[in-house]
Nanobody, 122 residues
Framework: QVQLVESGGGLVQAGDSLKLSCAPSERSFNAVVMGWFRQAPGKEREFVSA????????VYADSVKGRFTIFRDNAKNTVYLQMNSLKPEDTAVYYCAAARSILIMTSGGGYWGQGTQVTVSS
């Protein structure tokens, strides 16, 4: 079964940047929508951002608009999340997801990675 593999998490200070990457274990894997979710300690998992095939077909949670940028390398079926101006409240485990639609992803369906920890200190 295809797995999504995230990388790029770490410990940074407020105001710093991080770039997360997510790639499928099989290069032939294709998904209409790829995106990112996060779950902070004691909180439910929340949507962060998603991208479709076309350039510009992106959507963001209000909490990250203007600070995070999602982009895809369709040739590699890889999705990235560039996170700038990080805040302590961005601290969470970040999960990569892929599915035929955002609705499927937000319902918990599709394919998911194991998560990568992002910790932002104040």
């Amino acid at each position: 079964q295809v797995q999504l593999v995230e990388s790029g998490g770490g410990l940074v200070q407020a105001g710093d940047s991080l770039k997360l990457s997510c790639a499928p274990s099989e290069r032939s894997f294709n998904a209409v929508v790829m995106g990112w979710f996060r779950q902070a300690p004691g909180k439910e998992r929340e949507f962060v951002s998603a991208a479709g095939w076309s350039v510009g077909s992106t959507v963001y949670a209000d909490s990250v608009k203007g600070r995070f940028t999602i982009f895809r390398d369709n040739a590699k079926n890889t999705v990235y999340l560039q996170m700038n101006s990080l805040k302590p409240e961005d601290t969470a485990v970040y999960y990569c997801a892929a599915a035929r639609s955002i609705l499927i992803m937000t319902s918990g369906g599709g394919y998911w990675g194991q998560g990568t920890q992002v910790t932002v200190s104040s």
